[in-house]
């Protein structure tokens, strides 16, 4: 396939400029809903003071998630895909232009919520992170195995639902680790902010 | 597109093909986890005795959904898409002819989680049901909304969980009314059964 080829050679240039900015670049990829955004505007307002982000959101359409992460006082761009199912590396180095980069710090990159096609697509990142919410039950992993296969960390997302659902935790990651035995995982809930602080221990050593 | 044009010439020719069986073919689209095979899981159980019910499941891979439809004992093929990422009507010409089409009734085809790709394919349905859950959070239809555009029915499931969630339902709706003002409603919660007679009632209304 030419297209992902040429994706990947762009990927790789994209990870040269992310190296030189001293930008640490995340994929951030799931299931529309699974509350990627969430996770990311209160990352950003809980961690603001210490590290410096930049935020680029994909989407089909709307500004929505771009104006939620604006709130928060930090840079970011919205790319809209139109008919688009993911993003590319050249959409991601388009809107690296559009961004004021000065101070080194995390570069957040929220991919069209699909747990298909953003598999295929390097777009330069350091790690890719997907994020599966407990109310999706236990078997995505299994059936959208490609996914979870390039991912390097899987947040399991909405714990505080799990009291009203019959959602087995380990089940879930038996059904990631067949697919990926690298994978790691970290539990949360955004809402009530349990298990962010592992997630923020995890961001912060990628740093050193 | 040619890709596009070639389908749709395709799903014409099934679309003639259901109607010379007396096949009413429904396409489920959905987010992944949004509770497609949960609902024909329950449909099929609750109204099998007055309607011949035949399935087609899409998934990029597992027969995990195939296998609870079995369990129910209807007439079931599952198509494994890969690296695809939606259902396109020749691999539905193919999947029906591995399907004992006796008995007029409901051809119910499960798509392949994903509320991007599969809005452009045609596959011969006579209607298109896309079901949303209260989990996903509100404004999913104004982020992917050629799904909701092409939509004729889109059933809200999960309401059971509405007392633990922020979600506004009339939010919800007003977002996917923008983008298809003919788009009908059903709320309804698989796992309480909430509902599930109005949707009976939409289905009992194709067949007249
Ligand atoms: N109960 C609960 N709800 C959550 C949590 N995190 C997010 N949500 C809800 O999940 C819904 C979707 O959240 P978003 O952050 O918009 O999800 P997203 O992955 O960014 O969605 P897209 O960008 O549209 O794919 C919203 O209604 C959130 O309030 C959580 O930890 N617990
Ligand atoms: N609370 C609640 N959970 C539900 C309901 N309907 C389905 N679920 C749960 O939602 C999860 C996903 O359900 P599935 O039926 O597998 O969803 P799906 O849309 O077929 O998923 P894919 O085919 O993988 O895209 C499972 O854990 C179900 O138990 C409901 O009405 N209420
Ligand atoms: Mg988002
Ligand atoms: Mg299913
Ligand atoms: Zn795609
Ligand atoms: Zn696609």
Redesign the interface.
């Known amino acids: 396939q030419d297209v992902l080829m040429k994706n990947n050679l762009l990927a790789e240039r994209n990870r040269g400029y992310f190296e030189a900015k001293n930008l640490i670049a995340l994929n951030l990829v799931s ?3 699974s509350g990627k955004t969430s996770l990311l505007e209160r990352t950003i307002s809980d961690l603001k003071d210490q590290h410096q982000f930049y935020v680029i959101e994909g ?4 500004m ?2 771009a104006e939620r992460i604006n709130k928060t006082g930090t840079e970011v761009v919205q790319i809209n895909t139109g ?3 993911h993003l590319d590396s050249d959409m991601v180095r388009n809107a690296i232009k559009e961004l004021n980069i000065g101070k080194p710090g995390f570069l957040m990159i929220e991919n ?6 953003p598999a ?1 697509f390097d777009l330069g990142e350091s790690k890719r992170v997907v994020i599966m ?1 407990t ?3 236990e ?2 992993p ?5 996914m979870f296969q390039s991912a390097d960390l899987c947040v399991i997302n ?1 714990i ?2 799990l009291p ?1 659902l019959d959602f087995d935790m380990q089940v879930a990651k038996d059904y990631a680790m067949k697919v990926n035995p690298d994978l790691k995982f970290i539990e949360l809930s955004v809402r009530s902010g349990d298990g962010m602080e592992v997630w923020y221990s995890w961001l912060n050593n990628l740093k050193h």
Chains 1, 2 share one sequence.
């Open positions: 299931s529309p809903g989407d089909q359409q709307t929505n998630d008919e688009g199912c069209v919520g699909n747990l298909v096609c295929l919410s109310t999706e039950g078997d995505k299994a059936k959208y195995p490609t909405k505080d639902l009203y």
